[in-house]
């Protein structure tokens, strides 16, 4: 971590300096060494333009290990709109002339970890289909529109589910959000049907940010119907279950006597494109 110089021209004896671009946002550090334990807090410009503060409060091993004060005097920051590149940020002290910087991001990948995840990210939980037990929506990341956002279910804390935005929609590209490919689906676990109530939060990438329409609450009454729209299946699929495991017998017996080898999979293809395999498959294998 580099020490910004000490400026003795100066009335004020306030240091900072920027570390760098990180998975925190802006990272860098600012102290008072005639407060030593003191935490000061840090203006910053974005291209000449105010962009907010942060209070340089944050522990450091490093600062502790050059003795500055208890080495909590490091500060992350996020901006919060997405300049055009380059970009230059500088650091202020308030109501001092003493200023640090400037910080230069040259790179998408460096101002990805620099703007704040609710406005990198766009997005919104759609409708939850509470007979299918599936919750529909869109993930957009605005500095890599061709990417695909990893969305995460959870129930409250608990992960249970990861899905990538990847699912196109006209709707979507016309709208400008990239090429469409956006969208979600995300399948609920049969570990919610316990009779208990949960909060369901969607998240974007590695971040805490929830998607608009977040959280859900799933009520024991949800739960209940979507077994009883699932109840009438429970019989269907155990006979094709049985069948299927039949039909493994019968190909392996076919194929032991050299028949044609096409026969298996005219069979198996037949079985796929009946509709009734295919809904089971949609409502317990998504």
């Known amino acids: 971590m580099s020490m910004a110089p000490h400026d003795s021209a100066t009335p004020t004896h306030l240091e900072g300096g920027f570390v760098g671009v990180r998975a925190a946002g802006i990272v ?16 910053f410009l974005l291209d000449g333009e105010p962009a907010g503060q942060a209070r340089a409060e944050l522990f450091d091993a490093e600062l502790a290990e050059r003795r500055l004060g208890n080495g909590s005097h490091s500060f992350h920051f996020r901006l ?25 991001i040259d790179n998408v990948d460096d101002l990805a970890r620099a703007v704040d995840p609710s406005v990198r990210y766009e997005g919104a939980i759609e409708e939850f289909v509470r007979g299918k037990g599936r919750i529909h929506g869109w993930a957009f990341d605005r500095l890599k529109p061709t990417s695909r ?16 935005a990847d699912i196109h929609r006209p709707g979507l590209e016309a709208s400008g959000k990239g090429d469409g490919a956006c969208a979600f689906a995300i399948r609920l676990p049969v570990s919610l049907l316990d009779g208990r109530q949960h909060t ?17 609450m799933f009520e024991p009454t949800m739960a209940r119907d979507l077994v009883e729209t699932i109840a009438p299946w ?3 699929v ?25 026969l298996g999979a005219r069979i198996t293809n037949a079985i796929q494109r009946s509709a009734l395999a295919e809904k089971v498959k949609t409502l317990f294998r998504g």
């Open 200 to 216: 369901l939060r969607i998240t974007v990438e590695d971040t805490d940010l929830q998607l608009p329409g977040s959280p859900i």
């Open 28 to 43: 860098g550090w600012a102290w008072d060494p005639d407060r030593p334990h003191h935490s000061l807090e840090v203006e």
């Open 80 to 104: 919060d709109r997405i300049p055009s590149l380059p970009c230059e940020v500088l650091a202020r002290f308030p109501g001092t002339d003493r200023s640090f910087g400037p910080l230069r």
């Open 238 to 262: 155990l006979r094709i279950e049985s069948a299927l495991s039949r039909l493994d017998q019968l190909i392996d017996r076919i194929d032991s006597q050299q028949a044609r080898p096409s």
């Open 234 to 236: 429970r019989a269907d």
């Open 149 to 164: 956002v990893r969305v995460t279910l959870l129930d409250w804390e608990e992960p249970l589910a990861e899905v990538k």
